[in-house]
Every structure is written in structure tokens, then in C-alpha cells.
């Protein structure tokens, strides 16, 4: 009887390790389906086109900068001058745009600028072996000072018609 006892408990503790395996790894997406399903069913508008389309705009430029740092974390480096370079380019691109240069140019002129940004903090830390974390601090403060400067502080918002140009 003891035997079957012992057996009995086995079992009933690798059910456990499975369900706890089970939560570990899968956690997050049983999370995200219970609040998909919780929240279409609160509002008939969550599961339309449109809404993923406003989520999917809403979270582009996150997607994007999380993605640079991923592959910095990868690395085991960290870069804390992601969203200051993103700020000090987008400053420098609506400038661009408010003295009529075309929308194309002025975004690869922007992306540029992000990367030679990224450029020099490369050179820093390879080159110059200086600490990332130090390298990126540093450059995170002056670029977010200069499109502070630049910015005037103030937020500004460009509207464009359908041909692309700024009006």
C-alpha cells in the first residue's frame, strides 16, 4: 500500500512540474490570448482591421528601437542612446521638412544621422575602449540636450496631404 501511496504522490508531483513547465515557458502567450478574448468581448470594435492597424502604428517605432537594443542585450552591451538618437533625428528630419525638402530625403537624412550616431558609439566603446553603459550615458545626454535645444522644448506636429508634401 505504501508503494502505491508513493506512486500516487509521483505522479501527482510531475503533474505539478508540467503544469509549472507548462506556465513557465507558455505564460506570456496564454496571457495575450486570455486578454484578446477578454477584450473582444468587451468591445465589438478590438477584433477589427482597423484597430490592429492603430496598434500596429502605435507600436511601430517602439518595435523598431526595441529591436536595435535586443540585438545590443544579444551582444551583452547595452545602449541607452537609442530613444535620444531617435528624438535628435526626428528634430533634425522636421526641420528638414518644414524648409520644404522632400519627405524621402529627409528621412534618409535622418537615418543617416541615426547611424552615424550609432557609429560613434561603436568607435567609443571598440576603438577607445571605453564602458558602453558610460559611452551610451554620455551620448544619450547630448543628443537628447541638442534636440531639447534645437526643439525649444516644444512639440511640434507636421501635417502632410495625400501627395506627401508638407502644407
Do not use: W
Not at 510531475?14 to 478574448?37: C, E, P, R, Y
Not at 473582444?40 to 490592429?52: M, R, T
Not at 560613434?120 to 571605453?130: C, S, W, Y
Amino acid at each position: 500500500m505504501t508503494n502505491d501511496v508513493i506512486d500516487k504522490n509521483i505522479t501527482e508531483l510531475k503533474k505539478v512540474s508540467l503544469l509549472k513547465d507548462f506556465v513557465t515557458k507558455q505564460g506570456l502567450l496564454v496571457a495575450l490570448i486570455l486578454m484578446i478574448v477578454v477584450f473582444s468581448l468587451l468591445s465589438p470594435y478590438f477584433l477589427s482591421i482597423k484597430n490592429f492597424l492603430n496598434i500596429a502604428l502605435a507600436l511601430a517605432i517602439t518595435l523598431m528601437l526595441s529591436t536595435g537594443e535586443t540585438v545590443a542585450i544579444i551582444c551583452g552591451l547595452t545602449d541607452l542612446s537609442i530613444a535620444s538618437t531617435l528624438a535628435f533625428s526626428s528634430v533634425i528630419m522636421a526641420i528638414l521638412l518644414a524648409f520644404k525638402l522632400h519627405f524621402v530625403i529627409a528621412i534618409l537624412i535622418a537615418l543617416l544621422l541615426g547611424a552615424i550616431i550609432g557609429y560613434i558609439n561603436g568607435f567609443v566603446t571598440t576603438k577607445l575602449r571605453v564602458n558602453p553603459l558610460i559611452t551610451t550615458l554620455g551620448t544619450m545626454a547630448t543628443f537628447r540636450g541638442l534636440a531639447y535645444i534645437i526643439s525649444e522644448g516644444k512639440f511640434y506636429m507636421l501635417n502632410f496631404n495625400r501627395k506627401g508634401n508638407l502644407f
